[in-house]
Nanobody, 122 residues
Framework: QVQLVESGGGLVQAGGSLRLSCTAS????????MAWFRQGQGKERESVAT????????YYADSVKGRFTISRDTAKNTVYLHMNSLKPEDTAVYYC???????????????WGQGTQVTVSS
C-alpha cells in the first residue's frame, strides 16, 4: 500500500511561484508513474502533469505547458511540481497520485494524497 503526502501549497500573487512536494512511502517509488491533478471549486478534476517511473518522460496539460515542471527524486521518494507564472485560474486543490503503469500519458491511479490548496490572488 502506497501512502502519499503532499505539501507546499499556499497563497501566492499572480505571477508568483510555488513548489509542491509529494512524498511516497510503502512501495517501490521508482516503479510508479506519478502525476499531479487539480480540482478547482465547482470544476472537474483534471490532470496537470505526469512523470514516468524512470523520470525520463513527462506530460503536461496544455494550460500549464511552459509554466509548470514535474520532477522526481528517487532517493527522497518525492515528486515535485514547480509552478511558475501562476494565474488565478490555477487556484485549486492539488493532488498527487501514483500508478503502476503509464501508457501514452495515461495510467490507473490507485493511490492518492490528501491534497494541498493552492490559491492565486489577482
Amino acid at each position: 500500500q502506497v501512502q502519499l503526502v503532499e505539501s507546499g501549497g499556499g497563497l501566492v500573487q499572480a505571477g508568483g511561484s510555488l513548489r509542491l512536494s509529494c512524498t511516497a512511502s510503502g512501495g517501490t517509488f521508482s516503479t510508479y508513474a506519478m502525476a499531479w491533478f487539480r480540482q478547482g471549486q465547482g470544476k472537474e478534476r483534471e490532470s496537470v502533469a505526469t512523470i514516468s517511473g524512470s523520470g525520463t518522460t513527462t506530460y503536461y496539460a496544455d494550460s500549464v505547458k511552459g509554466r509548470f515542471t514535474i520532477s522526481r527524486d528517487t532517493a527522497k521518494n518525492t515528486v515535485y511540481l514547480h509552478m511558475n507564472s501562476l494565474k488565478p485560474e490555477d487556484t485549486a486543490v492539488y493532488y498527487c497520485a501514483a500508478s503502476r503503469w503509464l501508457l501514452n500519458g495515461h495510467g490507473q491511479y490507485d493511490y492518492w494524497g490528501q491534497g494541498t490548496q493552492v490559491t492565486v490572488s489577482s
